[in-house]
Nanobody, 118 residues
Framework: QVQLVESGGGSAQPGGSLTLSCVSSGFTSSTGVMSWYRQAPGKEREWVAFISATTAGANTLYTDSVKGRFIISRDDAMNTVYLQMRNLKPEDTAVYYC?????????WGQGTQVTVSS
């Protein structure tokens, strides 16, 4: 069974940092594309960052609002994808989800809350 479990959320002040982790199980992580999404209260879920399979070069993409502040990375030996978040802003407050594709089926984690406030 393919499963994703996020952790690392919490509270931070504006300008602070947090690192989220997403541990996967049930599939070969090095061949899986991974993404982070977030959903703020009252808003639709939005894509945040993407990393391709290690076998495809682990290329990364980011939504414009987080470029230069967030870094997505992967450690296939640990079956983990990370989202390093720096210079956090109040508008980064959301539940953050990791996502992968199992064949054509999207698999989501349960989410982890990030709150940025002073």
């Amino acid at each position: 069974q393919v499963q994703l479990v996020e952790s690392g959320g919490g509270s931070a002040q504006p300008g602070g940092s947090l690192t989220l982790s997403c541990v996967s199980s049930g599939f070969t992580s090095s061949t899986g594309v991974m993404s982070w999404y977030r959903q703020a209260p009252g808003k639709e879920r939005e894509w945040v960052a993407f990393i391709s399979a290690t076998t495809a070069g682990a290329n990364t993409l980011y939504t414009d609002s987080v470029k230069g502040r967030f870094i997505i990375s992967r450690d296939d030996a640990m079956n983990t994808v990370y989202l390093q978040m720096r210079n956090l802003k109040p508008e980064d407050t959301a539940v953050y989800y990791c996502r992968t594709l199992h064949g054509t089926v999207p698999i989501w984690g349960q989410g982890t809350q990030v709150t940025v406030s002073s």
